[in-house]
């Protein structure tokens, strides 16, 4: 996929990044649960529908690879083993702009549970067997991530002393986009059913040898203005979704 860039990629990257953050309102985030209630999918699989149009308008490609990362303790006796467990896997969708959004969704669902049924192949098993182009200057099969943390952060808690998260001082962009959904709540889940709710924040890692804040800007606008549509009205049809916003339309 070639998304809009504001440079030309280079052989090799540098892998310095920057993040934008944008946030969802908490009757969006509402919305995208209730979306998501009706046609029986998570909201994991709204936001990755959502994510897949608007690369797929973007990049001007109707086929789009996204590459996630999955839990890998998915045996018992993983349970009480120390370390990180996890996968990559590669969600790879065709976006159909004829259909609407409510089969783009069932499409979605089935595509989604299909990868987390074979999660348990490892990634760089997958690269060995279908042997893409490699290059230095990109990520084998997928360019875009999308990080969904919809758990409660843990806390620490040590007598007499006071323990904050602090932000890292730099960003390493391990790909040219990845955009990571958490809950604008104090506990940071994700939870559209929650009364008092306040909305998402989604932290747009992106490269910056090949992107602009400016540019991410537009497409987290544009992102959050698919999304209004979609929970707006899930018969339309998925090329008629906005890339623009009503105020950047200059409607009132």
């Known amino acids: 996929m070639t998304l809009p860039a504001d440079r030309p990629r280079p052989l090799r990257p540098t892998h310095a990044g920057a993040v934008h953050e944008r946030g969802v309102d908490a009757a969006l985030h509402r919305g995208i649960g209730e979306l998501a209630a009706r046609?029986?999918?998570?909201?994991?699989?709204?936001m990755h529908a959502a994510f897949a149009v608007l690369i797929a308008r973007l990049g001007a490609t109707d086929d789009i690879t996204i590459g996630i990362p999955l839990g890998g303790r998915g045996r018992p006796e993983l349970d009480d083993l120390v370390g990180m467990f996890a996968n990559t896997v590669v969600l790879r969708s065709a976006i159909d702009r004829a259909e609407n959004v409510g089969d783009l969704l069932a499409r979605v669902r089935d595509?989604?549970?299909?990868?987390?049924?074979?999660?348990?192949?490892?990634?760089?098993?997958?690269?060995?067997?279908?042997?893409?182009?490699?290059?230095?200057?990109?990520?084998?099969?997928?360019?875009?991530?999308?990080?969904?943390?919809?758990l409660t952060p843990p806390e620490l808690v040590l007598p007499d002393l006071t323990i904050e998260p602090l932000d890292p001082p730099s960003h390493p962009a391990q790909f040219d986009l990845q955009l990571t959904v958490t809950g604008a709540g104090e506990s940071g889940g994700i939870d559209a059913h929650n009364a008092e709710s306040a909305g998402l924040v989604l932290n747009w890692l992106y490269?910056?040898?090949?992107?602009?804040?400016?540019?991410?800007?537009?497409?987290?606008?544009?992102?959050v203005a698919i999304l209004a549509a979609m929970v707006a009205d899930d018969s339309t049809v998925v090329g008629e979704l906005p890339l623009l916003s009503t105020t950047d339309r200059g409607e009132v």
Not at 39 to 46: I, K, R
């Open 39 to 46: 046609h029986g999918v998570s909201e994991f699989m709204v």
């Open 111 to 150: 595509i989604d549970l299909d990868a987390f049924a074979h999660a348990s192949i490892p990634f760089e098993q997958l690269v060995e067997e279908l042997r893409p182009v490699r290059t230095t200057a990109r990520n084998p099969l997928f360019d875009v991530a999308l990080f969904f943390q919809n």
């Open 207 to 223: 490269a910056t040898d090949l992107f602009d804040e400016a540019t991410v800007a537009e497409f987290a606008d544009r992102l």
